[in-house]
C-alpha cells in the first residue's frame, strides 16, 4: 500500500522552492532503528541474566540433588517401651504411635499396632492390662514404639520442623493454602501475570507498596535460596530461581517443598517452620488430620504469622481464619453449608504452645553433640540424630519442676518484686550407660534459655561421699589408717591450719556436734567437722585425685575447704562423677546422641562408651550402702515421708543452693535449685532438691521400664557381719546388746571377742522358777548400719 499523506503535507513546487523546506519523518527507518534496539538491549539483558541465571541455577541444582534441606538434623527420641501396668490411657498411647508413623487402630480399650510384628495392647483403668502378639495370640512383656522424631533443626537457626510429603497433605488443606496464596497455582508456571498487573494498578493508584503478588513459587524461591530483603537484586534472583524450579519440579514438589519451609510462627525460642511442626504446635495432630477451620487457620497464619498469632491475638487469628474461608467458598471449594458452620467453629487450639516443653534444653546440648561428632562430615542430605531422651522421663522431669517450684517460691517468698525467682535444674541418665534420659536446664525455657546444667555452682555436702570414698580405699591402697565404714572420728569443733598458716574453722549445721561418731552416721548425718577430718587423715590430695578421676572439673584444690564442697561444679559434672556409686565403681560419660546417620543410613557416628573404672567394686559397694543410710535414717529420710520406698542411695547438699544427688539400680537423678545471681537460697536441699527428686522418682517408678528397682548386690570380697558398737569388735553370742550389721571389705572387719553377756532375758523353767537366756544376735534384717 502506498504511503498516505495527508493534503496538509502537499504543497506546491513553486512554493516549496520560495519557503525553507521542513524535514521529512522517515518512519520506516524510525520503527526499523527502534526494533533493532529493543532487540539489542532485549538481548543485552538476556546476557546480562544469563549469567547470574547459570550460577544460581548450579546452585538450586545442587541442592536439590541432596534435597532442600541438606543442613537441618532430624532429632528422634529414644524408643519407649511399654509393660502392663503402666499408666497411660489407650487414647494417649495411641497419639504415641500416631507420632511414630506406626499404623494403628483405636478399637474401645485397645490399640492394635502394626509394626515390625502385630501386637494388641490392652486397657483397664486407665493403664496397660495386658500386650498380646498377634501372630501367636500369646501374651508378651513388653512392647517397644519406634523412636518418635521431635523436631527438625537447622544448622543456621533455631528452627523446628516435622516433615511431610505431598500425600500427607489433605485436600483441604491445599485448598486453603491456594485461596490464601496463589489461585492459579496449578495453571501459571510460576508468575501470575493479572495478578501482578492488577496488585501493579493498585499500588500505583495508592502511591505505596500495598499488594503483594508473590506466587507459592516464588516463596519457596525466597524461602529456600534467599534473604527477605525488597531490593531489585533479590527480586531479580528471585523471578531466576522461580522460573527454574518451575522447570525443574511438578508442582507437587513445589508444594510439598513449601508446606515444609514455610513461617508459620515461633515456639519457645523455635520458629516454627512447615505445615507438619504447625499442625502439632497449634493444634496437636498430625497434618493428616486438619480439618477445615483448622486448616483455614494454618493457611492464614502465612501471610503476617506473629500479627495472627492466634495465642496472642486470638480475634485477629479467627477474622483472618474467617477470610481464608470466605475465599475457599468464593473458588468454590466448600459449600455454603460448610462455610457457615466453619465461621461459627472456635479455634480449637491446644492447651498452650509452650506448656510442659522444657525438652528444648536437652535438644541444645543433643544438637551440640551431634555437630561436634558429625557436623565436620559430609553429608548428602539432612542427618538423622537418634539422641537418647524418654519423652516419658522427660514429662516426669517437668512435672516434678512443676510441682515443686510453686512450694519453694512460697516457702522463699519469692513474691516480693526485688527478688527474683529462683532456678531449678534436673538432670537424669542411665548409670550403666551414660545416656541421659531427661534433662530440665531451669524452670522455664521461653523466659531464659541459660541451660543450669552447666552452670558452676559449690556443690556443698553432694561431694562429702568423695571424700568417704577416698578413705575406704586405704582398704585396697593401705597406708597408716585404714578406714572402714565403723571406724570413728571425732565430730567437735575444729579448727585447721593449712598451706603455711591458713586456718579454717568449719561448723556443724545449727551449730550442733556429736563427739566421736562412726564414718557412717558422719556421712547419713552430713556432719562437717568430722568430714573434714576424715579428709585430713585420707590426705586432701587423695580425694582431689579421686574426684577428678570421676569427672570433677581441675579447679577444685586440696584444701579443708574441699571437704564440704567449697569449690565449683556442674550438676552435670555431678552426675558424671556419682556414676562410679552406682555403676559399680565404673565412670560412665553422659551422652545425649547415641548415633546419626544420613537421608540414606549410612552411619555418620556411633557412640562408643567412654567408661574408666575409677573405683574397685568393693569399695563402691561400701559408699552405696552408706549413701543408703542417708536415705534410710539421714538426711533425706523424709522420701519415705513423701511416698518413695524403692531401694536408692543419694546424698543432700546445701551450699549457697540446695542439692541432691540420688539414685536406683536404673536411674541416677541430680537436682539442683538455686538463683541465677548467686544470692544463697537460705533453704537446704533436703527441702528445696529432694521434693522435687522424689516426685520425679514416684512417677519415673510407674512404669514398670524404671520400677523394678532392685537391691544392690554386694560383690565378692565383701562380708557383712555383726558389730558391738561399744566395743567396736565382732558381736559373739555373749555381746548382742549393741549389736548391729555392717557391710566391709574382706579382711577389714574387726576381730572377735568375747565379753559378758550385756543383755538376757528372763524365762520360766518347768518347775515354775525363773532362769536367765543370753539375747540371740539379730536377725540380718535388723539393726543394720
Known amino acids: 500500500m502506498a504511503e498516505q499523506i495527508s493534503d496538509e503535507e502537499i504543497q506546491k513546487p513553486e512554493e516549496n522552492e520560495a519557503k525553507p523546506q521542513k524535514a521529512r519523518v522517515n518512519w520506516e527507518k524510525v520503527i526499523r532503528r527502534t526494533v533493532l534496539s529493543l532487540g539489542f538491549g532485549f538481548l543485552a539483558v538476556v546476557a546480562a541474566l544469563a549469567i547470574p541465571y547459570y550460577k544460581l541455577s548450579k546452585r538450586v541444582d545442587q541442592n536439590l540433588a541432596v534435597g532442600p534441606f541438606e543442613h537441618t538434623f532430624n532429632y528422634y527420641s529414644a524408643p519407649e517401651s511399654f509393660s502392663p501396668g503402666d499408666p497411660i490411657t489407650p487414647a494417649d498411647f495411641a497419639a504415641e504411635v500416631k507420632r511414630t508413623g506406626t499404623k494403628f487402630a483405636l478399637a474401645g480399650n485397645s490399640v492394635t499396632v502394626d509394626g515390625a510384628g502385630p501386637v494388641e495392647i490392652q486397657f483397664a483403668n486407665d493403664r496397660v492390662s495386658a500386650i498380646i502378639d498377634l501372630t501367636n495370640h500369646r501374651k508378651v512383656h513388653e512392647y517397644q514404639l519406634p523412636a518418635q522424631l521431635i523436631a527438625n533443626m537447622s544448622d543456621e537457626g533455631r528452627a523446628k520442623r516435622t516433615m511431610v510429603r505431598y500425600a500427607d497433605l489433605p485436600p483441604v488443606l491445599i485448598k486453603a493454602i491456594i485461596s490464601a496464596e496463589d489461585k492459579r497455582f496449578f495453571k501459571h508456571g510460576g508468575f501470575d501475570v493479572p495478578r501482578m498487573g492488577a496488585a501493579f494498578y493498585v499500588d500505583v493508584k495508592q502511591q505505596r507498596k500495598e499488594q503483594g503478588a508473590s506466587t507459592i513459587s516464588m516463596q519457596l524461591a525466597r524461602n529456600l535460596w534467599l534473604d527477605h530483603d525488597k531490593n531489585w537484586r533479590r527480586k531479580i534472583a528471585e523471578a531466576l530461581i522461580t522460573l527454574h524450579l518451575e522447570s525443574r519440579l511438578s508442582k507437587q514438589q513445589i508444594m510439598q517443598d513449601y508446606c515444609n519451609t514455610v513461617y508459620l510462627g515461633s515456639n519457645g525460642t523455635f520458629s516454627i517452620d512447615g505445615m507438619g511442626e504447625a499442625s502439632r504446635a497449634y493444634f496437636d495432630k498430625d497434618v493428616t488430620q486438619l480439618n477445615l477451620t483448622q486448616a483455614a487457620t494454618l493457611a492464614g497464619l502465612i501471610q503476617r504469622p506473629s500479627y495472627f498469632n492466634p495465642y496472642r491475638h486470638p480475634e485477629r487469628a479467627l477474622e483472618r481464619r474467617n477470610v481464608v474461608l470466605s475465599l475457599m467458598r468464593r473458588n468454590g471449594y466448600i459449600s455454603r453449608a460448610q462455610y457457615d458452620a466453619a465461621v461459627a467453629a472456635p479455634l480449637g487450639l491446644r492447651k498452650g504452645i509452650t506448656e510442659q516443653d522444657q525438652s528444648q534444653y536437652?535438644?541444645?546440648?543433643?544438637?551440640?553433640?551431634?555437630?561436634?561428632?558429625?557436623?565436620?562430615?559430609?553429608?548428602?542430605?539432612?542427618?538423622?540424630?537418634?539422641?537418647?531422651?524418654?519423652?516419658?522421663?522427660?514429662?516426669?522431669?517437668?512435672?516434678?519442676?512443676?510441682?515443686?517450684?510453686?512450694?519453694?517460691?512460697?516457702?522463699?517468698?519469692?513474691?516480693?518484686?526485688?527478688?527474683?525467682?529462683?532456678?531449678?535444674?534436673?538432670?537424669?541418665?542411665?548409670?550403666?550407660?551414660?545416656?541421659?534420659?531427661?534433662?530440665?536446664?531451669?524452670?522455664?525455657?521461653?523466659?531464659?534459655?541459660?541451660?543450669?546444667?552447666?552452670?558452676?555452682?559449690?556443690?556443698?555436702?553432694?561431694?562429702?561421699?568423695?571424700?568417704?570414698?577416698?578413705?575406704?580405699?586405704?582398704?585396697?591402697?593401705?597406708?597408716?589408717?585404714?578406714?572402714?565404714?565403723?571406724?570413728?572420728?571425732?565430730?567437735?569443733?575444729?579448727?585447721?591450719?593449712?598451706?603455711?598458716?591458713?586456718?579454717?574453722?568449719?561448723?556443724?549445721?545449727?551449730?550442733?556436734?556429736?563427739?566421736?561418731?562412726?564414718?557412717?552416721?558422719?556421712?547419713?548425718?552430713?556432719?562437717?567437722?568430722?568430714?573434714?577430718?576424715?579428709?585430713?587423715?585420707?590426705?586432701?590430695?587423695?580425694?582431689?585425685?579421686?574426684?577428678?578421676?570421676?569427672?570433677?572439673?581441675?579447679?577444685?584444690?586440696?584444701?579443708?575447704?574441699?571437704?564440704?564442697?567449697?569449690?565449683?561444679?556442674?550438676?552435670?559434672?555431678?552426675?558424671?562423677?556419682?556414676?562410679?556409686?552406682?555403676?559399680?565403681?565404673?565412670?560412665?560419660?553422659?551422652?545425649?546422641?547415641?548415633?546419626?546417620?544420613?537421608?540414606?543410613?549410612?552411619?555418620?557416628?556411633?557412640?562408643?562408651?567412654?567408661?574408666?573404672?575409677?573405683?574397685?567394686?568393693?569399695?563402691?559397694?561400701?559408699?552405696?550402702?552408706?549413701?543408703?543410710?542417708?536415705?534410710?535414717?539421714?538426711?533425706?529420710?523424709?522420701?519415705?515421708?513423701?511416698?518413695?520406698?524403692?531401694?536408692?542411695?543419694?546424698?543432700?547438699?546445701?551450699?549457697?543452693?540446695?542439692?541432691?544427688?540420688?539414685?536406683?539400680?536404673?536411674?541416677?537423678?541430680?537436682?539442683?535449685?538455686?538463683?541465677?545471681?548467686?544470692?544463697?537460697?537460705?533453704?537446704?536441699?533436703?527441702?528445696?532438691?529432694?521434693?522435687?527428686?522424689?516426685?520425679?522418682?514416684?512417677?519415673?517408678?510407674?512404669?514398670?521400664?524404671?520400677?523394678?528397682?532392685?537391691?544392690?548386690?554386694?560383690?565378692?570380697?565383701?562380708?557383712?557381719?555383726?558389730?558391738?558398737?561399744?566395743?567396736?569388735?565382732?558381736?559373739?553370742p555373749d555381746c548382742t546388746a549393741n549389736a548391729a550389721y555392717s557391710y566391709f571389705i574382706d579382711g577389714t572387719q574387726p576381730a572377735p571377742e568375747q565379753c559378758a553377756p550385756t543383755e538376757v532375758e528372763l524365762i520360766s523353767t518347768p518347775d515354775g522358777g525363773v532362769a536367765e537366756r543370753q539375747a540371740r544376735p539379730p536377725r540380718p534384717d535388723q539393726n543394720q548400719f
Not at 506 to 517: I, L, R, T, W
Not at 550 to 577: C, F, H, K, M, S
Open 362 to 732: 536437652f535438644f541444645d546440648l543433643a544438637s551440640d553433640e551431634a555437630a561436634k561428632n558429625a557436623g565436620e562430615l559430609q553429608t548428602t542430605g539432612p542427618a538423622e540424630v537418634h539422641t537418647t531422651i524418654d519423652l516419658r522421663l522427660q514429662r516426669a522431669a517437668e512435672h516434678a519442676i512443676a510441682a515443686g517450684i510453686p512450694v519453694i517460691d512460697k516457702e522463699l517468698g519469692v513474691s516480693r518484686k526485688h527478688i527474683a525467682a529462683p532456678q531449678a535444674a534436673l538432670i537424669v541418665l542411665d548409670p550403666h550407660t551414660g545416656e541421659v534420659k531427661a534433662l530440665c536446664g531451669g524452670r522455664d525455657y521461653a523466659s531464659s534459655q541459660f541451660n543450669r546444667i552447666l552452670s558452676k555452682r559449690p556443690p556443698g555436702s553432694v561431694f562429702k561421699p568423695f571424700v568417704y570414698a577416698a578413705a575406704l580405699n586405704t582398704a585396697l591402697t593401705g597406708g597408716n589408717t585404714v578406714f572402714t565404714p565403723l571406724s570413728t572420728v571425732d565430730d567437735s569443733p575444729t579448727t585447721f591450719q593449712y598451706d603455711r598458716g591458713l586456718i579454717y574453722s568449719p561448723a556443724n549445721f545449727k551449730d550442733q556436734y556429736h563427739g566421736m561418731v562412726t564414718l557412717r552416721q558422719a556421712l547419713a548425718h552430713s556432719l562437717n567437722v568430722a568430714t573434714v577430718k576424715v579428709g585430713e587423715q585420707v590426705g586432701f590430695n587423695n580425694v582431689v585425685a579421686l574426684a577428678r578421676a570421676a569427672g570433677i572439673n581441675d579447679d577444685i584444690r586440696p584444701t579443708p575447704a574441699l571437704a564440704l564442697g567449697a569449690y565449683q561444679v556442674t550438676p552435670l559434672e555431678i552426675a558424671e562423677a556419682y556414676t562410679i556409686f552406682a555403676n559399680d565403681g565404673v565412670r560412665v560419660k553422659p551422652i545425649f546422641v547415641t548415633s546419626v546417620s544420613d537421608q540414606s543410613g549410612t552411619g555418620l557416628y556411633d557412640h562408643q562408651p567412654g567408661t574408666q573404672r575409677v573405683l574397685d567394686q568393693r569399695v563402691a559397694f561400701l559408699m552405696v550402702d552408706m549413701l543408703q543410710e542417708v536415705m534410710r535414717s539421714g538426711t533425706a529420710a523424709g522420701v519415705h515421708a513423701l511416698g518413695f520406698n524403692l531401694p536408692a542411695a543419694g546424698k543432700t547438699g546445701t551450699s549457697h543452693d540446695g542439692w541432691f544427688a540420688g539414685f536406683t539400680s536404673q536411674l541416677l537423678c541430680i537436682v539442683w535449685v538455686g538463683y541465677d545471681d548467686y544470692h544463697e537460697l537460705g533453704l537446704e536441699g533436703a527441702k528445696s532438691a529432694l521434693p522435687i527428686w522424689t516426685e520425679f522418682m514416684k512417677e519415673a517408678a510407674s512404669y514398670a521400664q524404671y520400677g523394678n528397682a532392685r537391691p544392690f548386690p554386694a560383690p565378692g570380697g565383701v562380708v557383712r557381719a555383726a558389730v558391738d558398737l561399744q566395743t567396736g569388735h565382732l558381736a559373739s
